[in-house]
């Protein structure tokens, strides 16, 4: 057969310790076009595998050292080798159990022999045509995490300016006339409500990736609850609903992320009130049920069909909607509560009698049954004071002018920086306690200038935040290996900063 253009870069690794059988596959597919390269064993296979990254794998089975069966195992749970296709092949195997053995265990085909010429390589061209599809699959989702990274990014600049200008209105005028101080509230209420939305297209890409990191502590249901409600409160409010909250007297204690546990129940809430009609019942309960915690969210809403429970939880999945509002949100979160409550160990589940019959999410996690260690003496923060001497550096003015301004109003005394050189100009002249980097500067990266700061004599002596547009757990990490103390995403979350002896937005 004449060698084609689209095969000519596949490589083929054949692997067989029967050297008469290596040579006659081999022979098959070099005169088909294809580039192969050969091994006699198991151990030879994953190193040829992991050396050279063959495009497909031609795998007997029946191997002197590692069964191929065990071969291709390991290959499919290995990070560099994933993605390579395997085609299992074997005189002996030669079962319908053996088949779906190999299958089960990654193989992408299996083929007993002896193999007729023309069905191996046409079953080669079928592998590489799939694995062809797959790749592009694979860019394709790797521009969509791009893409999210960066809308994330340029809508949390804007949000930034947003937030801290209304809490320096708050700040300069905090008692104005009812109508002024709600037109406040809604523009907060708003804010925090386009953070969440851009904080769920992150979490999409997390989902797809399996990169949702969690913070683990020690929890109190009742916490992550209240801290729920209080979330939800405006929306359940607004809507006229009626909520009822039935909590255990004594407090139950689950092992998890408080933030994760907390965005779990106030999303199951929010969900609650957007798809029951005004006027509506809400009621959540929590209770023990032997190891477990059983959390209950019923609602009198508009109900969920029959054919659509079982894909209610799937991303931007959405099942019907209110008579009285449109089609709103993303639908992204139940499949973030799915998502959340499987990473916690915990199992998730919805009952619904049919459309307009109201719904019932129940939430199962395992309780930490562990007795709580007697608390620690409350310390003293160390970096907590009165007036303090900041930096801060962005190239969005608005940002940074307005930050300065309600930290100055604060009683600290601040200088602005829009550039990477102008941070290590004032930096130097100031030597400040605290400085809030930008990581999107135009004359330079802010890990750039991270790594200038940390080589000025007064290196040690200030605090180092990057507040940034990126947010995603990999920028954290990145933010940190470069000398940065706290990673903080925008716009500033007022609460975190108390951390820093900073208390805003009061």
Request: some cysteine.
């Amino acid at each position: 057969m004449p060698q084609t253009n689209a095969y000519q870069d596949a490589l083929i690794l054949n692997v067989d310790d029967s050297d008469g059988a290596r040579y006659a596959k081999t022979r098959i597919l070099t005169r088909a076009g294809f580039t192969v390269i050969e091994a006699s064993s198991g151990g030879e296979a994953l190193v040829r595998a992991r050396a050279d990254r063959p495009s497909l794998i031609l795998l007997d089975v029946k191997l002197p050292d590692i069964n191929g069966l065990e071969v291709c195992r390991q290959l499919k749970e290995g990070e560099e080798t994933n993605t390579i296709l395997i085609l299992q092949t074997s005189a002996s195997f030669i079962g319908t159990a053996d088949k779906i053995r190999a299958l089960d265990g990654g193989a992408d085909n299996y083929l007993v022999e002896p193999i007729e010429p023309d069905e191996l390589v046409a079953n080669v061209k079928a592998l590489l045509r799939l694995g062809r599809v797959e790749r592009e699959l694979r860019e394709v989702d790797r521009r969509k995490d791009e893409f999210l990274a960066t809308l994330a990014h340029e809508l949390r600049n804007p949000l930034g300016p947003i937030r801290t200008a209304l809490a320096l209105l708050c700040k300069l005028d905090p008692d104005v006339p009812a109508v002024q101080d709600n037109a406040r509230r809604t523009i907060g209420r708003h804010t925090d409500h386009l953070v969440r939305l851009v904080d769920d297209l992150l979490d999409v890409s997390r989902i797809s990736q399996g990169k949702i990191s969690l913070q683990w502590a020690r929890v109190s249901v009742a916490g992550f609850v209240g801290s729920a409600l209080e979330t939800s409160s405006h929306m359940i409010t607004t809507r006229g609903h009626t909520l009822s909250v039935d909590l255990p007297e004594d407090d139950l204690w689950v092992r998890g992320d408080p933030v994760r546990l907390s965005q779990i129940v106030s999303n199951l809430l929010l969900n609650a009130a957007k798809f029951t009609p005004p006027g509506g019942v809400i009621g959540l309960s929590a209770q023990r049920a032997g190891d477990n915690v059983i959390l209950r969210l019923a609602d009198n809403g508009i109900g969920i069909a029959a054919d659509s429970i079982d894909a209610i939880f799937g991303l931007f999945a959405q099942s019907g909607h209110a008579p009285d509002r449109v089609q709103d949100g993303l639908g992204i979160g139940l499949s973030l509560v799915r998502n959340l409550v499987e990473l916690h160990g915990g199992q998730v589940s919805v009952n619904s009698s049919g459309v307009g019959q109201g719904s019932t999410f129940e939430i199962v996690l395992p309780l930490d049954l562990a007795e709580a260690s007697p608390a620690a003496p409350a310390a003293a923060d160390a970096r907590a004071s009165t007036a303090k001497r900041i930096v801060v550096v962005d190239d969005n003015e608005d940002a940074a002018d307005t930050l300065a301004e309600l930290l100055e109003l604060d009683g600290h005394v601040v200088q602005t920086a829009y550039t990477g050189a102008q941070a290590i100009e004032r930096v130097q002249d100031l030597q400040p306690d605290l400085v809030f980097l930008d990581i999107g500067l135009p004359d330079m990266s802010g890990y750039e200038v991270a790594g200038k700061l940390r080589q000025l004599p007064i290196a040690q002596t200030f605090v180092l935040v990057a507040l940034t547009g990126y947010g995603q757990e990999h920028d954290r990490r990145a933010a940190l290996d470069a000398g940065f103390n706290e990673h903080f995403a925008k716009p500033v979350d007022f609460g975190k900063l108390a951390s820093l002896g900073i208390h805003l937005g009061k």
